[in-house]
Structure formats: structure tokens, C-alpha cells
């Protein structure tokens, strides 16, 4: 065998060898990607396809503008951006030298009423006392004419004389009946009422109460705790009824806006679970809470320039739609957001029972910090009525000031509360 024959057998003898690892390389790569094949199709099928995901999510939640109800001029601020404060604080308060003054104007004018009303009632006891008067003068006047009559005959009085007597008579009967037109005129503005529930004094009294909610005005009270911002109130800044002085956020109370494609919320229900990581802390802090509306529009209809196909130059574009989420707030309290993070929200979509719409509970938002506002100018008309509408006969239900002195279903709690100062 020449010397190129024996190279040829030597180099062709490991071929065998090389073409077998080769092949056990390639079954073993065809393995794995089979097992991984499965595993995903197993994944898939018993967990991928149940959850919906998106990192196209923020957290939002209420920003509570505070804003004056009346004009004035700005004396002092209370609060600054990043601020905590608490229900009911007085964040900015105005000039309250206005206002002041027609509080003491309406007040006045009710006092001054109440004494006029106060007269009406004593007015029907003077009419009864002049009634009782002129029947007095007629029952007498008759008795001149009746013995002026009976001694006509004998000549002792003359026809003169019983003539003035008659006139005496048809004058003490006009004056009689002039008398009860009076009490009868009096008595329509006092017939089934009392000092407090005349209708003078109840329109008196509703200016008043007018004057004191807008005196009350001038401080401006925090209707919700949580943090100032957007603070731009400034001492001497003259306001207008309306003027957006700062907002609070309550952080207590805020949710998830997580805009999902379209093609992702077919099996999404309201109710669902859903599992939410934030930026801010990492993965390692997850929050949990629950699908609980859906909004009525995508967000590209509800924006300032919604796309249009004006030009005729259609393209399809993958519309989204917010989903709101309701946070646990233990979890909340214990790791606080802030609105406009960003956050990572995986909706468990395995039980789609149910529909998407119609069965978000309604939710309440409501303050009582302004409630006591009525309760106290109640207390100061029923102050001032119950001081000027004195005490003694006629006065006809004094006794009831202090409830009449409120609106018809409203009770004053009492009726000597301190003047406003």
C-alpha cells in the first residue's frame, strides 16, 4: 500500500467517532428544547393563561381642592406643600372686617325686628282694652238716649238734646266697630304664630344666619386629612370665590389606573385578584387588591386631541383601557404611594364569571366640616330673639324661641351660645 493510500485511511478512521457525538449532541439539544416546549406548554396552560399583565400602570387618587367661598384678601397661610394636616385644620384664613360688619348689620335688623313683632303681640291686648272701652261709652251713650226717650213726651228734654244723643250712640258704635277692625287687623299678623316663628323675624333670621355662614367662611378648613400641595396662596393675595388656593391628597385612599390592550380584557372581571409591585420599592415588596371598575372610554378617546382619521392615512393602533385596582390598605398604611408611580400589575383571570360592567360598587365621598356651620348661627339667632323678645302677656309662645329660632327641621342644641366675635 503506497504512502497517500495509508494517509487516506488514517485521516477517514475517526470520522465514525466525530459523526456519533455529533448526533448524541444534536438528540440531546432536540431533548431540551422539547422539555422546555412542554414545561411552557404546561406553564401555559395551567398558570400563564390565567394571568394578565402590563407595567403601563400609575398610581392615582383624589386631589382635594381647596378653594374660598367668599372674596377676600389672604392674612395668613397655615400650610406648605408636603405638609400632613388633619380634617377639620384651618389651612388659610381671610379678611374677615367685611363680613364682620354685615353679620352685625343682620343682627341688628333681627333684634329690631323681633321688638317690632314683639309689639304686634302687645298691640292685641291695647285693642281688646279699647274695645272693652268704647262698649263702655256706647252701652252708656244708649242709656242717655233711653232715658231721654222715655220723659220725650213730657216736654222736660228737647228734640235737640235727644238728637245729640243718638249721635252719641252711632258715634260710640263707629268708634266700636273701628276698634275691632283694628284688633282684627292686628290679630292677622299674629293669628297662629309666635314671636320666633313670625314670618318677619324668620326672614330677619335667615339673613343672619346668611351673615354668619360667610363670616364663617373666612377660614378655610382642611375638609380631609393628608398632604398639602400645589400650595399657592400668598399673604395680602386678594382671592375670588373659586380660586384654587392648594390642593390636599389623601394617600390613605389611593388606587391603580393600569391601562390594559384590548386584546387582553376579554376574561377581566370586576372582583378579580390581581398582584402589584411598585418602582419605588422593588419586587421584593408586593401589594395585593382587586379589580373594581373599568373605565368607560380608552384613554386616546377621553385625551385633549383624540386621534382622528382625517387624512385618510389609516393605521391600526392597539388601543388601551384603564382598569382600576383597589390596594389593600394595611398594606397601603405599611409601605405609603404616592400619586403618579409606577407600578406592575398581574390580574389573575382564572374565574371570569360575571360581566365588566354594571356591577361597580358606588363610592362616597363626604366631609362634615362644614356642618356645624348651621348649628351655630341657629345659636346665635335663638341668642338674640330670646333676648329682645322680653317675657309677659302676649307674647304668645316665647317659651318656643329657642326651637323656632332654627329652619323647620333642624333642632338647636342651646339657645345661649357666646357671640361671635
Not at 494517509?7 to 465514525?16: G, M, R, S, T, Y
Not at 396552560?45 to 394571568?51: D, K, S
Not at 307674647?395 to 326651637?403: F, I, M, R, V
Request: glycine share 6%.
Amino acid at each position: 500500500m503506497s504512502d497517500p493510500q495509508q494517509n487516506a485511511v488514517a485521516a477517514a478512521a475517526p470520522a465514525p467517532k466525530s459523526n456519533g457525538k455529533r448526533r448524541r449532541l444534536m438528540t440531546l439539544v432536540a431533548l431540551v428544547i422539547i422539555i422546555a416546549a412542554i414545561a411552557y406548554g404546561l406553564y401555559y396552560f395551567l398558570i400563564a393563561r390565567f394571568h394578565e399583565s402590563t407595567d403601563d400602570a400609575y398610581v392615582n387618587g383624589n386631589i382635594v381642592q381647596i378653594t374660598p367661598q367668599v372674596a377676600g384678601t389672604v392674612i395668613s397661610v397655615n400650610a406648605d406643600d408636603t405638609q400632613t394636616v388633619k380634617i377639620g385644620d384651618p389651612l388659610v384664613a381671610l379678611d374677615p372686617a367685611d363680613s364682620k360688619v354685615a353679620l352685625d348689620s343682620a343682627e341688628a335688623n333681627l333684634a329690631q325686628t323681633v321688638r317690632q313683632v314683639r309689639t304686634y303681640f302687645v298691640n292685641n291686648g291695647q285693642y281688646e282694652a279699647q274695645i272693652a272701652l268704647c262698649r263702655s261709652d256706647l252701652s252708656r251713650a244708649q242709656n242717655d238716649l233711653k232715658r231721654r226717650m222715655q220723659v220725650a213726651q213730657t216736654g222736660a228734654v228737647s228734640q235737640e238734646e235727644i238728637s245729640h244723643a243718638r249721635d252719641a250712640v252711632r258715634g260710640a258704635q263707629a268708634a266700636l266697630d273701628a276698634a275691632e277692625q283694628e284688633l282684627a287687623s292686628n290679630r292677622s299678623l299674629t293669628a297662629n304664630t309666635s314671636i320666633a316663628e313670625h314670618p318677619n323675624v324668620l326672614a330677619a333670621a335667615a339673613k343672619v344666619r346668611d351673615s354668619y355662614i360667610n363670616y364663617t367662611r373666612n377660614t378655610l378648613p382642611a375638609p380631609v386629612t393628608g398632604y398639602v400641595a400645589k400650595r399657592s396662596a400668598q399673604v395680602g393675595q386678594r382671592v375670588a370665590p373659586g380660586n384654587p388656593l392648594m390642593a390636599i391628597v389623601p394617600l390613605n385612599g389611593v388606587w391603580v389606573d393600569a391601562n390594559f390592550k384590548e386584546v387582553q380584557l376579554k376574561h377581566m372581571r370586576i372582583g378579580q385578584p390581581v398582584e402589584l409591585t411598585a418602582d419605588l420599592y422593588g419586587s421584593s415588596v408586593k401589594y395585593h387588591g382587586k379589580v373594581i371598575g373599568f373605565s368607560a372610554g380608552t384613554g386616546s378617546a377621553f385625551s385633549l386631541l383624540p386621534a382622528q382619521n382625517a387624512t385618510g392615512n389609516w393605521i391600526k393602533v392597539v388601543q388601551r383601557l384603564p382598569v382600576r385596582i383597589q390596594l389593600d390598605p394595611k398594606e397601603l398604611e405599611q409601605y405609603p404611594l404616592r400619586i403618579g408611580l409606577s407600578m406592575d400589575v398581574d390580574v389573575t383571570i382564572k374565574n371570569d364569571n360575571g360581566a365588566q360592567l354594571g356591577q361597580a360598587a358606588n363610592t362616597v365621598y363626604q366631609t362634615n366640616v362644614f356642618d356645624n356651620y348651621g348649628a351655630q348661627a341657629d345659636q346665635e339667632i335663638a341668642r338674640i330673639i330670646q333676648q329682645n323678645e322680653g317675657s309677659g302677656p302676649g307674647t304668645q309662645g316665647a317659651a318656643s324661641t329657642t326651637s323656632a329660632a332654627a329652619p323647620r327641621g333642624k333642632t338647636v342644641k342651646s339657645a345661649s351660645a357666646t357671640k361671635l366675635m
